[in-house]
């Protein structure tokens, strides 16, 4: 009797031992396909096949470097000339240089044996070049959908790198946030000039143009609804400012991030004359100087994006 008990034991355990065995192995099947699985990427480009969770990813967006350090994504290859100050840990030894954003050294590249390269604008014309190398996608900001896009650009990188569920929880903060800052904007009823400042020169942004999203999204009113759109802005004189008499005057001081620039910048010298300061922005204290680092050299991020909304809502009162 007991020798039958005991073999009925030992069958049961080798049962379970099988079992086990079995479950392992297709839990370490399981895990295997989801590394090597395959997505296509649509972009602005084209469709790009990539290859979920990247090891090797080199970028050339900022605003997408921010975000993937946000989400804790290892990045390979970035070019460190003029990048953010708040992403300064990217200048490191342990990240390779991977050229200019206008000139990238594409033997470097090749020799990372990069698994993904990320471009935006700057890079666009060169995208062959790059698809060459390792599957390429383009992921700047349209700014004349620029949340819509934004939340795309996001979502694309939650699913490329098995974010999605940060990233989900991430974007719904921002809304938030915007939602607030909107409500603000329109109860005060006031509107704003966004102006460029490069050396002595300075140019306008409205609607719809790179930092259009002060109108477009935050909700301030453009104060001339005419402003062309372009990437560089519309040149404009300071008679043209104190013309236009605006309620709030955002100024982006390009030489506080452009490399070679040695001088602190002289922005507030040049921006606040003897015209600029007959307006209503100067007098009530609203000419308000904006973070370039998040402006100029990489909008579009998670954190970026989030640092601008507050900026703007700090500004209004």
Not at 174 to 185: M, R
Not at 211 to 218: A, Q, T
Not at 247 to 267: E, F, H, M, W
Request: aromatic fraction near 8%; proline fraction near 2%; charge should be positive.
């Amino acid at each position: 009797m007991k020798k039958a008990l005991m073999l009925f034991i030992v069958a049961v355990l080798s049962v379970f031992a099988v079992a086990c065995g079995s479950t392992g192995s297709s839990q370490s099947s399981s895990a295997e396909t989801k590394k090597g699985e395959e997505i296509t990427i649509k972009h602005k480009l084209g469709e790009t096949k990539v290859k979920k969770n990247p090891q090797k990813v080199v970028v050339f967006d900022f605003g997408a470097l921010d975000s993937l350090d946000k989400l804790g994504v290892n990045v390979t290859g970035v070019p460190q000339q003029g990048i953010p100050s708040y992403l300064s840990k990217y200048k490191s030894s342990k990240y390779t240089n991977v050229g200019g954003l206008k000139e990238p050294d594409f033997e470097k590249i090749n020799e990372i044996g990069a698994d993904l390269i990320i471009i935006s604008g700057r890079q666009a014309e060169q995208y062959k070049e790059f698809s060459k190398i390792a599957p390429t996608i383009h992921l700047a900001v349209d700014t004349a959908n620029y949340m819509d896009s934004f939340k795309e650009n996001m979502k694309t990188l939650g699913k490329i790198f098995d974010k999605e569920a940060v990233v989900d929880q991430e974007l719904a903060k921002i809304e938030e946030s915007i939602k607030n800052l909107k409500l603000k904007a329109t109860a005060s009823k006031k509107n704003a000039l966004i102006i460029l400042a490069n050396d002595n020169k300075v140019s306008a942004y409205g609607a719809n143009s790179r930092f259009g999203i002060i109108h477009d999204v935050f909700g301030l009113t453009p104060v001339d609804k005419n402003i062309k759109v372009s990437t560089h802005g519309q040149s404009i004189s300071f008679e043209y400012i104190a013309e236009k008499n605006p309620d709030y005057l955002y100024v982006i001081d390009r030489g506080t991030v452009v490399k070679g620039n040695k001088l602190q910048s002289s922005a507030k010298q040049v921006v606040e004359n003897e015209l600029v300061k007959n307006t209503k922005a100067y007098k009530e204290k609203h000419i308000v100087y904006l973070d370039a680092n998040y402006w100029y050299l990489s909008g579009g991020g998670l954190v970026s994006v989030a640092e601008m909304a507050k900026e703007i809502e700090k500004s209004i009162q």
